[in-house]
Protein backbone atom coordinates (compact mmCIF):
# COMPACT_ATOMS: atom_id res chain seq x y z
CA UNK A 1 0.00 0.00 0.00
CA UNK A 2 1.03 3.60 -0.32
CA UNK A 3 0.95 5.26 2.70
CA UNK A 4 1.46 8.50 0.36
CA UNK A 5 -1.69 8.02 -1.88
CA UNK A 6 -4.20 6.44 0.42
CA UNK A 7 -6.21 9.32 2.14
CA UNK A 8 -7.26 9.61 5.73
CA UNK A 9 -10.75 12.14 6.67
CA UNK A 10 -9.26 13.72 10.37
CA UNK A 11 -11.03 16.32 12.61
CA UNK A 12 -8.89 18.60 13.97
CA UNK A 13 -10.37 19.28 17.50
CA UNK A 14 -8.01 21.60 18.82
CA UNK A 15 -4.91 23.79 17.55
CA UNK A 16 -3.25 24.23 21.38
CA UNK A 17 -0.34 27.32 21.21
CA UNK A 18 0.01 26.75 17.07
CA UNK A 19 -1.31 30.05 16.16
CA UNK A 20 -0.83 29.45 12.57
CA UNK A 21 -2.98 26.58 12.65
CA UNK A 22 -6.10 27.96 14.54
CA UNK A 23 -7.80 28.51 11.10
CA UNK A 24 -8.15 24.91 11.09
CA UNK A 25 -9.60 24.29 14.16
CA UNK A 26 -12.92 22.49 13.34
CA UNK A 27 -12.24 21.83 10.33
CA UNK A 28 -11.98 17.73 8.62
CA UNK A 29 -8.95 17.91 6.99
CA UNK A 30 -7.69 14.79 4.43
CA UNK A 31 -4.23 13.93 4.91
CA UNK A 32 -1.95 11.17 3.58
CA UNK A 33 -2.15 8.31 5.41
CA UNK A 34 1.62 8.26 6.56
CA UNK A 35 0.99 11.89 7.78
CA UNK A 36 -1.70 11.08 9.36
CA UNK A 37 -0.61 7.77 11.32
CA UNK A 38 3.06 10.17 12.40
CA UNK A 39 0.41 12.65 14.22
CA UNK A 40 -1.84 10.44 15.93
CA UNK A 41 1.52 8.55 17.00
CA UNK A 42 2.58 12.04 18.58
CA UNK A 43 -0.57 13.10 20.41
CA UNK A 44 -1.98 11.31 23.63
CA UNK A 45 -5.26 9.85 22.88
CA UNK A 46 -4.69 7.66 19.52
CA UNK A 47 -8.42 8.57 17.91
CA UNK A 48 -8.04 7.88 14.25
CA UNK A 49 -11.01 10.29 13.57
CA UNK A 50 -9.98 13.61 15.28
CA UNK A 51 -6.99 15.28 16.32
CA UNK A 52 -5.78 17.83 18.81
CA UNK A 53 -2.52 19.52 17.60
CA UNK A 54 -0.08 21.07 20.20
CA UNK A 55 3.55 22.13 19.19
CA UNK A 56 4.61 18.56 20.04
CA UNK A 57 3.33 16.99 16.93
CA UNK A 58 5.35 19.72 14.41
CA UNK A 59 8.82 18.08 14.99
CA UNK A 60 11.42 17.88 11.79
CA UNK A 61 9.98 14.39 10.99
CA UNK A 62 6.67 16.48 10.61
CA UNK A 63 8.42 19.28 8.34
CA UNK A 64 9.49 16.44 6.23
CA UNK A 65 6.63 15.02 5.93
CA UNK A 66 4.45 17.52 5.21
CA UNK A 67 6.37 18.54 2.18
CA UNK A 68 6.20 15.22 0.62
CA UNK A 69 2.15 15.24 1.74
CA UNK A 70 1.83 18.84 0.40
CA UNK A 71 3.28 17.50 -3.56
CA UNK A 72 1.24 14.50 -3.20
CA UNK A 73 -2.29 15.33 -1.86
CA UNK A 74 -2.35 18.47 -4.23
CA UNK A 75 -1.96 16.62 -7.25
CA UNK A 76 -3.59 13.77 -6.02
CA UNK A 77 -7.04 14.59 -8.07
CA UNK A 78 -5.73 17.86 -9.84
CA UNK A 79 -5.92 16.80 -13.70
CA UNK A 80 -9.11 15.50 -15.50
CA UNK A 81 -7.32 12.64 -16.99
CA UNK A 82 -10.29 11.28 -19.01
CA UNK A 83 -11.79 12.71 -21.71
CA UNK A 84 -15.97 13.09 -20.97
CA UNK A 85 -18.44 12.03 -23.44
CA UNK A 86 -19.13 15.86 -24.86
CA UNK A 87 -15.68 16.01 -25.73
CA UNK A 88 -15.63 12.38 -27.42
CA UNK A 89 -18.37 13.36 -30.10
CA UNK A 90 -17.66 13.73 -33.36
CA UNK A 91 -19.61 17.57 -33.49
CA UNK A 92 -18.76 20.04 -31.06
CA UNK A 93 -21.02 19.10 -27.80
CA UNK A 94 -21.95 23.05 -27.99
CA UNK A 95 -24.15 22.66 -31.09
CA UNK A 96 -26.44 20.76 -29.14
CA UNK A 97 -29.17 22.79 -28.22
CA UNK A 98 -28.30 24.94 -24.46
CA UNK A 99 -32.09 24.03 -23.21
CA UNK A 100 -31.29 19.95 -23.38
CA UNK A 101 -27.58 20.00 -21.73
CA UNK A 102 -29.13 21.76 -19.39
CA UNK A 103 -31.98 19.44 -18.61
CA UNK A 104 -29.13 16.36 -18.53
CA UNK A 105 -27.27 18.08 -16.36
CA UNK A 106 -29.93 19.70 -13.68
CA UNK A 107 -31.20 16.32 -13.59
CA UNK A 108 -28.00 14.25 -13.18
CA UNK A 109 -27.17 17.63 -10.47
CA UNK A 110 -30.61 17.13 -8.76
CA UNK A 111 -29.59 13.52 -8.27
CA UNK A 112 -25.74 14.25 -7.72
CA UNK A 113 -26.78 16.51 -4.82
CA UNK A 114 -28.10 13.43 -2.54
CA UNK A 115 -25.36 11.40 -3.35
CA UNK A 116 -22.86 13.67 -1.95
CA UNK A 117 -20.65 11.74 -0.02
CA UNK A 118 -19.79 9.48 -3.73
CA UNK A 119 -18.47 12.51 -5.62
CA UNK A 120 -16.70 14.33 -2.64
CA UNK A 121 -14.94 11.96 -0.71
CA UNK A 122 -11.70 13.93 -2.02
CA UNK A 123 -11.43 17.12 -2.23
CA UNK A 124 -14.82 17.75 -0.13
CA UNK A 125 -17.48 20.25 -1.30
CA UNK A 126 -17.74 23.19 -0.79
CA UNK A 127 -14.56 23.92 -0.03
CA UNK A 128 -11.02 21.48 1.02
CA UNK A 129 -8.01 23.30 2.58
CA UNK A 130 -6.58 19.95 2.83
CA UNK A 131 -3.15 20.98 0.92
CA UNK A 132 -2.91 24.50 2.69
CA UNK A 133 -3.38 23.06 6.36
CA UNK A 134 -0.51 20.98 5.31
CA UNK A 135 1.87 23.61 3.94
CA UNK A 136 1.20 25.21 7.43
CA UNK A 137 1.75 22.09 9.27
CA UNK A 138 5.67 22.42 8.27
CA UNK A 139 6.10 25.95 9.29
CA UNK A 140 7.74 27.18 12.09
CA UNK A 141 5.49 26.95 15.59
CA UNK A 142 6.19 30.62 16.11
CA UNK A 143 5.07 31.81 13.06
CA UNK A 144 1.87 34.32 13.25
CA UNK A 145 -0.22 34.12 10.04
CA UNK A 146 0.31 37.68 8.56
CA UNK A 147 -2.87 39.85 8.76
CA UNK A 148 -3.91 41.36 5.54
CA UNK A 149 -6.51 42.18 2.84
CA UNK A 150 -7.53 38.66 1.43
CA UNK A 151 -7.27 39.12 -1.98
CA UNK A 152 -10.73 38.67 -4.40
CA UNK A 153 -10.37 37.36 -7.71
CA UNK A 154 -13.82 37.56 -10.03
CA UNK A 155 -13.88 35.73 -13.05
CA UNK A 156 -16.13 35.38 -16.04
CA UNK A 157 -15.81 32.75 -18.51
CA UNK A 158 -17.37 34.18 -21.89
CA UNK A 159 -18.75 30.62 -23.24
CA UNK A 160 -20.98 32.90 -25.91
CA UNK A 161 -21.97 36.23 -27.95
CA UNK A 162 -24.03 36.34 -24.89
CA UNK A 163 -22.13 36.41 -22.37
CA UNK A 164 -19.78 38.73 -23.42
CA UNK A 165 -22.60 41.00 -24.04
CA UNK A 166 -24.06 40.56 -20.60
CA UNK A 167 -20.56 41.05 -18.83
CA UNK A 168 -20.36 44.27 -20.30
CA UNK A 169 -24.30 45.80 -20.05
CA UNK A 170 -24.46 43.81 -16.77
CA UNK A 171 -21.66 42.63 -14.66
CA UNK A 172 -19.03 45.31 -14.87
CA UNK A 173 -21.35 48.52 -13.37
CA UNK A 174 -22.16 45.93 -10.38
CA UNK A 175 -17.87 44.86 -10.49
CA UNK A 176 -16.96 49.02 -10.74
CA UNK A 177 -19.52 49.87 -7.94
CA UNK A 178 -17.32 47.92 -5.52
CA UNK A 179 -14.33 49.18 -6.83
CA UNK A 180 -13.36 45.84 -8.18
CA UNK A 181 -12.56 44.95 -11.83
CA UNK A 182 -12.74 41.02 -13.01
CA UNK A 183 -10.58 38.80 -15.61
CA UNK A 184 -12.79 37.26 -18.53
CA UNK A 185 -12.09 34.38 -20.26
CA UNK A 186 -12.89 34.37 -24.02
CA UNK A 187 -13.44 31.31 -26.27
CA UNK A 188 -11.16 32.42 -29.13
CA UNK A 189 -12.59 30.32 -32.34
CA UNK A 190 -16.24 29.27 -31.94
CA UNK A 191 -18.11 32.20 -32.29
CA UNK A 192 -17.57 36.40 -34.19
CA UNK A 193 -16.11 37.70 -31.13
CA UNK A 194 -17.33 41.57 -31.11
CA UNK A 195 -14.74 43.58 -30.43
CA UNK A 196 -16.71 46.82 -29.35
CA UNK A 197 -18.08 45.02 -26.51
CA UNK A 198 -14.60 42.76 -25.77
CA UNK A 199 -12.42 46.48 -26.18
CA UNK A 200 -14.93 48.48 -23.66
CA UNK A 201 -14.12 45.70 -21.48
CA UNK A 202 -10.48 46.14 -21.50
CA UNK A 203 -10.75 49.82 -21.41
CA UNK A 204 -12.65 50.04 -18.40
CA UNK A 205 -9.33 48.51 -16.89
CA UNK A 206 -10.91 44.81 -16.74
CA UNK A 207 -8.19 41.58 -17.79
CA UNK A 208 -9.29 39.23 -20.42
CA UNK A 209 -7.86 35.89 -20.74
CA UNK A 210 -8.47 32.80 -23.07
CA UNK A 211 -11.12 30.41 -22.87
CA UNK A 212 -9.81 27.01 -24.69
CA UNK A 213 -10.06 26.72 -28.37
CA UNK A 214 -13.51 26.21 -29.32
CA UNK A 215 -15.23 24.83 -26.12
CA UNK A 216 -15.22 21.19 -27.68
CA UNK A 217 -13.60 19.61 -24.20
CA UNK A 218 -10.78 18.16 -26.78
CA UNK A 219 -7.60 20.66 -25.99
CA UNK A 220 -6.30 18.81 -23.34
CA UNK A 221 -6.33 15.27 -24.55
CA UNK A 222 -4.73 15.57 -28.39
CA UNK A 223 -1.42 14.43 -29.29
CA UNK A 224 1.06 17.90 -28.75
CA UNK A 225 1.02 18.63 -32.05
CA UNK A 226 -2.88 19.04 -32.33
CA UNK A 227 -3.11 21.00 -29.21
CA UNK A 228 0.09 23.54 -30.26
CA UNK A 229 -2.19 24.18 -33.40
CA UNK A 230 -5.35 24.88 -31.54
CA UNK A 231 -3.35 26.85 -28.56
CA UNK A 232 -1.56 29.10 -30.86
CA UNK A 233 -4.75 29.68 -32.78
CA UNK A 234 -5.47 32.27 -29.75
CA UNK A 235 -1.70 34.08 -30.05
CA UNK A 236 -3.26 37.33 -32.52
CA UNK A 237 -6.15 37.74 -29.23
CA UNK A 238 -3.12 37.30 -26.61
CA UNK A 239 -1.09 39.89 -28.88
CA UNK A 240 -4.23 42.59 -28.95
CA UNK A 241 -5.49 42.17 -25.57
CA UNK A 242 -2.40 41.77 -23.61
CA UNK A 243 -3.71 38.53 -22.05
CA UNK A 244 -1.60 36.81 -19.56
CA UNK A 245 -3.95 33.93 -18.64
CA UNK A 246 -5.60 30.95 -19.16
CA UNK A 247 -9.11 28.98 -18.10
CA UNK A 248 -9.84 25.53 -19.47
CA UNK A 249 -13.31 24.81 -21.11
CA UNK A 250 -15.37 22.47 -18.88
CA UNK A 251 -12.24 22.98 -16.22
CA UNK A 252 -10.88 19.94 -18.16
CA UNK A 253 -7.41 19.82 -17.71
CA UNK A 254 -4.03 17.30 -17.95
CA UNK A 255 -0.48 17.58 -17.08
CA UNK A 256 0.58 17.91 -20.88
CA UNK A 257 -1.91 20.75 -21.38
CA UNK A 258 -0.41 22.90 -18.32
CA UNK A 259 3.07 22.22 -19.62
CA UNK A 260 2.21 23.58 -23.19
CA UNK A 261 0.41 26.49 -21.23
CA UNK A 262 3.92 28.01 -19.87
CA UNK A 263 4.81 29.16 -23.50
CA UNK A 264 1.98 31.36 -23.78
CA UNK A 265 0.74 32.14 -20.67
CA UNK A 266 2.45 33.49 -16.77
CA UNK A 267 -0.93 31.85 -15.51
CA UNK A 268 -3.41 29.01 -15.67
CA UNK A 269 -6.74 28.83 -13.34
CA UNK A 270 -8.45 25.71 -14.58
CA UNK A 271 -7.57 23.65 -11.43
CA UNK A 272 -10.87 24.13 -8.57
CA UNK A 273 -9.86 23.85 -4.94
CA UNK A 274 -12.51 21.64 -4.89
CA UNK A 275 -14.52 20.48 -8.37
CA UNK A 276 -17.20 18.99 -6.85
CA UNK A 277 -19.30 16.68 -9.18
CA UNK A 278 -18.34 18.31 -12.68
CA UNK A 279 -16.41 17.90 -14.73
CA UNK A 280 -15.37 14.94 -13.02
CA UNK A 281 -16.02 13.44 -9.48
CA UNK A 282 -13.40 13.79 -6.91
CA UNK A 283 -11.47 16.77 -8.95
CA UNK A 284 -9.94 19.60 -7.43
CA UNK A 285 -5.83 20.71 -5.41
CA UNK A 286 -7.59 21.36 -1.88
CA UNK A 287 -5.52 24.93 -1.68
CA UNK A 288 -6.78 27.96 -1.91
CA UNK A 289 -3.30 29.30 -2.98
CA UNK A 290 -1.43 30.06 -6.02
CA UNK A 291 1.31 27.48 -6.31
CA UNK A 292 3.54 26.30 -9.51
CA UNK A 293 2.64 23.83 -11.43
CA UNK A 294 4.57 22.44 -14.56
CA UNK A 295 6.54 25.46 -14.85
CA UNK A 296 4.07 27.73 -15.08
CA UNK A 297 1.59 29.77 -11.73
CA UNK A 298 -2.06 27.95 -10.93
CA UNK A 299 -4.32 30.30 -9.40
CA UNK A 300 -7.10 27.75 -7.48
CA UNK A 301 -10.25 28.13 -8.38
CA UNK A 302 -11.17 28.45 -4.83
CA UNK A 303 -15.00 29.38 -4.56
CA UNK A 304 -17.94 26.85 -5.79
CA UNK A 305 -18.94 27.89 -9.59
CA UNK A 306 -22.51 29.10 -10.42
CA UNK A 307 -22.67 26.10 -12.22
CA UNK A 308 -22.08 23.72 -10.29
CA UNK A 309 -24.07 25.13 -7.80
CA UNK A 310 -27.25 25.55 -9.78
CA UNK A 311 -27.05 21.86 -11.29
CA UNK A 312 -27.02 20.43 -8.00
CA UNK A 313 -30.31 22.79 -7.08
CA UNK A 314 -29.02 24.81 -4.56
CA UNK A 315 -31.60 28.27 -4.37
CA UNK A 316 -29.85 31.62 -4.95
CA UNK A 317 -30.03 32.23 -1.13
CA UNK A 318 -28.43 29.02 -0.39
CA UNK A 319 -25.48 29.85 -3.48
CA UNK A 320 -24.87 33.65 -1.40
CA UNK A 321 -24.76 31.52 1.90
CA UNK A 322 -22.26 29.35 0.78
CA UNK A 323 -20.57 32.03 -0.72
CA UNK A 324 -19.91 34.20 2.09
CA UNK A 325 -19.19 31.30 4.14
CA UNK A 326 -16.77 29.79 1.58
CA UNK A 327 -14.88 33.49 1.38
CA UNK A 328 -14.94 33.36 5.04
CA UNK A 329 -13.13 30.17 5.72
CA UNK A 330 -10.54 30.81 2.71
CA UNK A 331 -9.79 34.58 4.23
CA UNK A 332 -8.64 32.70 7.75
CA UNK A 333 -6.29 30.22 5.94
CA UNK A 334 -4.42 33.09 3.98
CA UNK A 335 -5.81 32.33 0.65
CA UNK A 336 -7.34 33.71 -2.41
CA UNK A 337 -10.92 34.00 -3.00
CA UNK A 338 -11.56 33.20 -6.92
CA UNK A 339 -15.29 33.10 -8.15
CA UNK A 340 -15.96 31.80 -11.28
CA UNK A 341 -19.46 33.36 -12.82
CA UNK A 342 -20.70 32.83 -16.34
CA UNK A 343 -22.60 36.35 -17.86
CA UNK A 344 -25.36 33.89 -19.78
CA UNK A 345 -29.00 34.29 -18.64
CA UNK A 346 -28.69 30.49 -18.61
CA UNK A 347 -26.32 30.74 -15.47
CA UNK A 348 -25.77 34.13 -13.86
CA UNK A 349 -27.59 36.62 -16.26
CA UNK A 350 -30.71 36.26 -14.56
CA UNK A 351 -31.63 38.71 -12.50
CA UNK A 352 -32.29 36.83 -9.28
CA UNK A 353 -28.66 35.18 -9.93
CA UNK A 354 -27.24 39.07 -10.83
CA UNK A 355 -28.69 39.81 -7.50
CA UNK A 356 -27.05 37.51 -5.65
CA UNK A 357 -23.41 38.70 -7.07
CA UNK A 358 -24.25 42.07 -5.93
CA UNK A 359 -24.65 40.91 -2.68
CA UNK A 360 -21.84 38.80 -1.93
CA UNK A 361 -19.77 41.83 -3.70
CA UNK A 362 -21.21 44.38 -1.00
CA UNK A 363 -20.80 41.99 1.34
CA UNK A 364 -17.00 41.45 1.04
CA UNK A 365 -16.39 45.16 0.42
CA UNK A 366 -18.38 46.08 3.46
CA UNK A 367 -16.26 43.91 5.58
CA UNK A 368 -13.37 46.07 5.03
CA UNK A 369 -11.23 42.24 5.34
CA UNK A 370 -11.12 41.72 1.70
CA UNK A 371 -9.59 43.46 -1.38
CA UNK A 372 -10.54 42.95 -5.32
CA UNK A 373 -7.45 42.40 -7.50
CA UNK A 374 -6.77 41.35 -11.45
CA UNK A 375 -5.20 37.78 -11.42
CA UNK A 376 -2.45 39.55 -13.39
CA UNK A 377 -1.39 42.00 -10.62
CA UNK A 378 -1.51 38.83 -8.16
CA UNK A 379 1.45 37.08 -10.86
CA UNK A 380 3.34 39.52 -10.88
CA UNK A 381 3.66 39.96 -7.25
CA UNK A 382 4.30 36.02 -6.72
CA UNK A 383 7.78 34.73 -5.69
CA UNK A 384 8.96 31.38 -7.27
ZN1 LIG B 1 -16.83 27.64 -20.54
Redo the contacts with the bound molecule.
Keep these: MDYLTNLLPIKIEKTDELPHLEWSHGLTMTLPQLLANHLIALGDDNDLQKLTLTPKHINSETKVLSQASLIKLRSHAAFTNVQPVSGRLPINYQYIPSYIRDLIASVMGRIKRSQQARWATFPSWPLDLSADFIADLGKETSSLPVKRYTPVILTH?L?SPEGLQNAVRFFLDIEEAVGASSANYIVPCAWRIDHSYLGELKKRGHEVGI?GFD?SNKTPFLTPTERQKRLSAALPLIKQYDIYGYRS??LLRTKDLLHDLKNLYCYDSSIPTSGGPFPVSNNGCASARPYQIEGIWELPLSMPRDGSLLFLGYSCQEILDTWIHCANLIAKSGGVVNLLTHCEYRFSGKPAMRDIYKRFLTYLADSGRFTFVLPKDIISTMEV
Design positions: DDHHPS
